[in-house]
Structure formats: structure tokens, C-alpha cells
């Protein structure tokens, strides 16, 4: 038997879902540090989020675990996050 300590197997996630997660992250972390929005309004934020870029809270949680014992997802997650974060700023740009 493992020891305890031990990392368990990688758990597969597609490029796709880490671009989902990375933006549903980026999207929660807007919405809670927004004070202007209540509670429940943040909820909903963060649910409407999950659901439009089609990540279930258990997948969002299943990833998320995964990620911290995970060194390769949790870089690929950063560079998605970066990517997103990129693309809006030349979005802005263009405006």
C-alpha cells in the first residue's frame, strides 16, 4: 500500500476544461472581491459563470483538488489563466 503522503495519479483534464476553469477562477475572484455586490449576487455571479462556460461546481471542485497536488495542472492552469487575461487586455486595447 502508498504511503499517505504520496501524490495519487494526475487526473486527466483537456486542454478545454483547464481554459474553462482558468476563466470560471479569474471570474470568481472578480466577483468576490467586488463589495458592491451582495452576497447572494455573487453567487449568482459565480454560478451563471460556471454554467455559461459549461463547468459544474463538481468539476470546478474535482479540478480544483486536483490542481493542488498537481505541479503540470497547476502550471497549465496559470497559463490559461494568463492567456485569457491577455486576450482581454488586446481586446481593450483595440477599443
Known sequence: MKPATMN?????VSDDEVGR???????????????SLSPEQRQTAVSHSARRNKITSQRFSEIESAAERDLSLQHRIKVAAEAHINAVKAHKAKL
Open 21 to 35: 476553469f482558468a476563466l470560471v477562477a479569474l471570474l470568481i475572484n472578480q466577483v468576490t472581491a467586488d463589495r
Open 8 to 12: 495519487p495519479s494526475p487526473m486527466l
